[in-house]
């Protein structure tokens, strides 16, 4: 057996492979997560506590769902008395995203049984699908421990954010002016920014803030996130095709034989 063959086997493909060390990794994905899921998830606490939700009823959303935007404009519109129906149709429409999410990690967790990744599709947030992202992105193989203790970990932190907020929520009578609302987008951006390993991701980022920007001043509301994201897509898409790196009808067959 060569060098080749061992070091291959050795990627966690065999059933032998080290699973404590899968799950630390997965741990360690998971943890710079936790660091933005806490005071977010402890603002989450507060407004729903605010709103007129129980203390365990908000742990429990938290534990059950694991939506943060999804819950805390459930929160706000409970708050406001609006019927259920609305709660339901607009957090459909804020994690529509989800679906473009998952089509793109489907391809790398398909070794995974269906259950298993009905299980992972469960916990998969944005900031996990920029971590899964990036790790896939590096070479690295389907394993479930990794890929659950990364989930796993991240959830949990947000869950503990919740109980602290929801259950000090009377001492504070305001989130805002302790900026804990800055804390998911600035840690978002850091999972972002490591993401964009050439001049065509770094102009699709570009593309989908400005798209959103636009959509927005337009009218469009929080469609203009959704919106945003598949024209920014498909512009990466084409561009891709363009020189080559995709097997679409926009690729040619010069443009990928000139690719190394």
């Not at 694991?66 to 519109?77: E, K």
């Not at 049984?113 to 699908?129: G, I, K, N, W």
Request: charged share 15%; with cysteine; aromatic share 6%.
């Amino acid at each position: 057996m060569s060098k080749l063959d061992i070091r291959a086997k050795s990627s966690g493909s065999e059933p032998g492979a080290d699973v404590s060390a899968e799950i630390l990794r997965g741990v360690r994905m998971g943890t710079p997560i936790v660091l933005g899921y806490l005071p977010l998830g402890f603002a989450y606490g507060v407004l729903a506590v605010k709103s007129g939700i129980p203390a365990l009823w908000a742990v429990a959303m938290s534990a059950l769902i694991f939506a943060g935007a999804g819950q805390l404009i459930a929160a706000g519109m409970i708050g406001a008395g609006a019927p259920v129906l609305s709660i339901v149709l607009a957090n459909l429409m804020v994690n529509l995203r989800h679906i473009l999410m998952s089509a793109a990690l489907a391809p790398d967790v398909r070794p995974l049984s269906r259950t298993l990744r009905t299980l992972f599709a469960l916990e998969v947030t944005d900031e996990v699908f920029a971590v899964h992202t990036s790790d896939f992105r590096n070479g690295a193989v389907c394993r479930a421990p990794r890929l659950f203790a990364c989930n796993i970990t991240a959830h949990l932190g947000w869950i503990a954010g919740t109980a602290v907020g929801a259950f000090s929520g009377e001492l504070v009578t305001d989130v805002r002016p302790l900026g804990l609302d800055y804390a998911l987008p600035a840690m978002f951006l850091a999972l972002l920014l490591p993401l964009c390993a050439e001049r065509l991701h770094l102009m699709v980022a570009v593309a989908a803030a400005l798209f959103s920007l636009g959509l927005n001043l337009a009218g469009a509301g929080r469609w203009s996130v959704i919106l945003a994201t598949l024209l920014a897509a498909t512009l990466g898409l084409w561009l891709a095709c363009r020189r080559g790196d995709c097997d679409g009808p926009g690729a040619t067959d010069a443009g990928t034989k000139e690719r190394p």
